[in-house]
């Protein structure tokens, strides 16, 4: 077909109009979509932060590699039980994302506890530790297994005897606690514990770089789900560093509960603080790795995220989640995973013939 000067005038004229009407409301939809992830980001760095690249310090028990060494071998070690069956990794497993995958974990005996164990993992930035906040640091927390009855039903005596007469011992708490006396203690052996619990937090999950201004780092749905978090109100209890592990709530805020869910004779921090108001409340967990965590709750019952979600919709929030919502909170959970310790299983020195034997 011939086409004349004029014709060809008119068509390009059509297609550069074409262009400028295609083209103005695609950039005015990429700068709202630009403008609506920015405010996105702001809202969410005026409420978390990201886990930091090093450990941090802890007051008044300097870290040092001789320390971190020692602890980690403490960590591992089972002789700190009375059974030498269970260490701390066993119910805190650095495979596991800190914790044993089970509902409630099994003491000495075959003991159950009362509550599932909560992660290790970034425990070093909450406010206090246990379910309960009984104990105030990560020092505190690591002697409390050690000595409880149901756990690992070590006096803290007998710790400090079973370890003096592990010889090869002498030259690492030598190293990690230099000019004491008789550095074998159960108190340096908690301090060695908790410095090397420091260590185990888990930087770059997603949402850190999302933070740090990465505005990609986060997918559309993990993006949606992190504006529903705080649109119904989830960051209210769970925000911060660790997304969570700032403050205690009861559960059932709003809606209690069943008895599976909450046992009605474990009543929280309220065995600590003997305050009405804190019946059945316990400290927020973090909700850092949450989805390699499970089962989930202080009493471990539920096992899917999703069913996790739900519940706290309707006990915490007063507000009925739709599948839609949940899988999209979900997937924003799914960002708080970060890089995993990569821990080096310690060779433990021998027991010999004059160590103090497990008990039955």
Known sequence: MFVGKRNIRRLIACALLGSSILTVPLGASLAASNGAQKDLLNRAQALFRPIPQKPPSLPGNMSTPQKVTLGRMLFFDPRLSASHVISCNSCHNIGLGGTDAEPTSVGHRWQHGLRNAPTVFNAVFDKAQFWDGRAKDLEQQAG???????EMASPAAHVAEELRAIPGYQSYFAAAFPGERS???????????AVFEATLITPNAPFDLFLRGHRNALTKDQREGLALFMDKGCSGCHSGINIGGEMYAPFGLVTKPNARLLPPGDKGRYAITKLASDQYAFKVPSLRNVELTAPYFHSGQIWDLNEAVTVMGTTQLGVKLNAAEVGKIVSFLGSLTGDQPRIVYPILPPSVGFTPQPQP
């Open 144 to 150: 409390g297994p050690i000595v409880n009855p149901v």
């Open 183 to 193: 550095p074998i203690t159960f108190a340096n052996v908690r301090k060695a514990i």
